[in-house]
């Protein structure tokens, strides 16, 4: 049975226990005589403070601070030669929008202007069911092997004992697993420290399939491009900005959107055919390397614009639970274990963070109606009526075939087996290419600034020579002016097998039998 549970309008608003009962007098506790202690009849004031005593929910674990906007997403452009989804069938095709950008390392109450990565979740309601794009500021990331996550995360917040962010367990993390240089340049340069929230690009990172309705399909990158660019703070600014207005981003987002300067974002996809793929220098599967522009092209294909602030923050922004395995058919993973891993990991700990219907909440239930066999758990609040809860021959529910799939369109032989990556000469090749031809003057001297003032703080000389022969098998340059701007000897640059022994990107590729 619906309940109207908001009033229509402010002025409409009538105090009420959470049982809608009229409550005369919200200050007031029941008490024995003027002077006597508290009445446990008195509900009003109980659930008053019971519910106050519940108000926080666990953080995020990660991505902790951020800031959110609701918008739409227009297709621009026709690409269906590369996807089957239905977002994607017709020009001028929209979704809403929801948005939610963040730190990573941080807690909620950290400063918006950390050097840090952004996160950049996009929640688009599809008729087909809701599209998430868990994305990031940066076309990069530190890790390919997902195991390494949660020690890598630990390093980036509180030393166990001191409770304290600790420069030394930072770089010691990044010193012995060097394939994170890519992403380290990347934040230790401006790009590390963007002017707000909604002047910046975001990137998919992961390489995801596009498959069209022939059952042709595509790897591919997705881009959002800031229609007004890339803003940055340098390092001082930042830092001044942490102390001054440390929730800089969700004001400077909020305030663009309350004066109709609506941030906009023009998407782009890079694609690949599994056959490029396999004669690419770098795997597809490996998210510390970008696939260059000048041999996989931007391709337009939408436009994403943020014109509605949230009414009310946590039940639309805090609330809201992305996840990369929220997807729609036409759009799949691609094999990149880091992928893979984060498609069990989100929605395994919405159901730790919001509870086993998180996907019930407002904010995040789909459009189109859902019909399973999921039931009851806490706050089912869409717990499908008096439909069966089995698949019952009396009133089955009906399959919509679903177009292909990777399940059809890729097999898999070999055995099981457990990998890790191994570092190679072609870990540094973009890196060199960033600080020997992409920073200009400028930005290698913040680069040597940025890094030059962390590093300084590592105690271990251990760990200051180990990171710098990382950025020695970069450039020696790069390493020599970090050594000299924190005092430390040069050192030689780290020693790696040739790119010859890198494990080439090879797959089974071709259509197995329908099932
Ligand atoms: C948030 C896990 C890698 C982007 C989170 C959360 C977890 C997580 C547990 C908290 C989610 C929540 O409480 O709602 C992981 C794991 C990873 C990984 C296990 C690797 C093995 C990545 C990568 C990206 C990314 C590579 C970007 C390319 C994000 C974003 C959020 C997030 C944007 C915030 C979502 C929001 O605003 O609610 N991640 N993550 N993560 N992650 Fe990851």
Request: with cysteine.
């Amino acid at each position: 049975m619906p309940s109207k549970q908001v009033f229509e309008t402010k002025d409409e608003a009538v105090y009420t226990t959470s049982n809608g009962a009229p409550v005369k007098e919200p200050y007031a506790a029941e008490r024995v005589g003027f002077n006597g202690p508290l009445l446990l009849q008195d509900f009003h004031h109980i659930d008053l403070l019971a519910h106050f005593d519940r108000e926080r929910i666990p953080e995020r674990v990660v991505h902790a601070k951020g800031a959110g906007a609701h918008g739409y997403f227009e297709v621009t452009h026709d690409i269906t030669d590369l996807t089957c989804a239905a977002l994607f069938k017709k020009v001028g095709n929209r979704a809403r929008a929801t948005v939610r950008f963040s730190t990573v390392g941080g807690e909620s109450g950290s400063a918006d202007t950390a050097r840090d990565p952004r996160g950049f979740a996009i929640k688009l309601r599809t008729e087909e069911g809701n599209l998430d794009w868990v994305f990031n500021n940066t076309p990069v990331f530190f890790i390919r092997d997902p195991a390494k996550f949660p020690h890598f995360i630990h390093t980036q917040k509180r030393d166990p004992q001191t409770h304290l962010k600790d420069a030394d367990m930072f770089w010691d993390y990044l010193s012995q697993n060097p394939e994170s240089i890519h992403q380290v340049m990347i934040l230790f340069s401006d790009r590390g420290t963007p002017d707000g929230y909604h002047q910046m690009h975001g990137y998919s990172g992961h390489t995801f399939k596009f498959v069209n309705d022939k059952g042709d399909w595509y790897y591919v990158q997705i881009h959002f491009i800031a229609d007004k660019g890339f803003k940055t703070l340098d390092n001082e600014q930042a830092g001044k900005l942490a102390g001054d207005n440390p929730d800089y981003g969700i004001q400077s987002l909020f305030e663009a959107i309350e004066s109709k300067q609506y941030p906009s974002w023009t998407v782009y996809v890079q694609t690949m055919t599994p056959a490029q793929a396999e004669s690419f220098r770098y795997s597809v599967l490996d998210l510390t390397k970008i696939w260059p522009h000048s041999q996989f092209p931007l391709r337009p294909i939408g436009k994403l614009v943020l014109n509605e602030n949230p009414a009310n923050y946590f039940a639309e922004i805090e609330q809201a639970a992305f996840s990369p395995s929220h997807i729609v058919p036409g759009i799949e993973p691609s094999a990149d274990p880091v992928l893979q891993s984060r498609f069990f990991s989100y929605p395994d700990t919405h159901r730790h963070r919001l509870g086993v219907n998180y996907q019930q909440l407002p904010v995040n239930a789909p459009i189109v109606p859902i019909a399973n066999f999921q039931r009851d758990g806490f706050m089912a609040f869409n717990n499908q009526g008096a439909r069966p809860n089995y698949q019952s021959s009396i009133s089955p529910l009906k399959y919509k075939a679903k177009p292909y799939s990777s399940l059809q369109h890729e097999t898999w032989i070999g055995n099981s087996i457990a990998h890790l990556s191994e570092i190679t000469e072609l870990d540094f090749e973009q890196p060199r290419e960033l600080w020997q031809k992409v920073l200009d003057d400028t930005h290698k001297a913040h680069l040597v600034h940025n890094v030059a003032v962390h590093l300084v703080n590592a105690k271990s000389a251990e760990v200051k020579a180990r990171q710098l022969s990382v950025f020695a098998a970069v450039d020696q340059d790069l390493s020599d002016r970090i050594a000299k701007a924190i005092g430390a000897p040069t050192v030689q640059p780290l020693k790696v097998k040739p790119a010859s022994e890198a494990i080439p990107f090879k797959t089974n590729i071709g259509k197995s039998q329908n099932f």
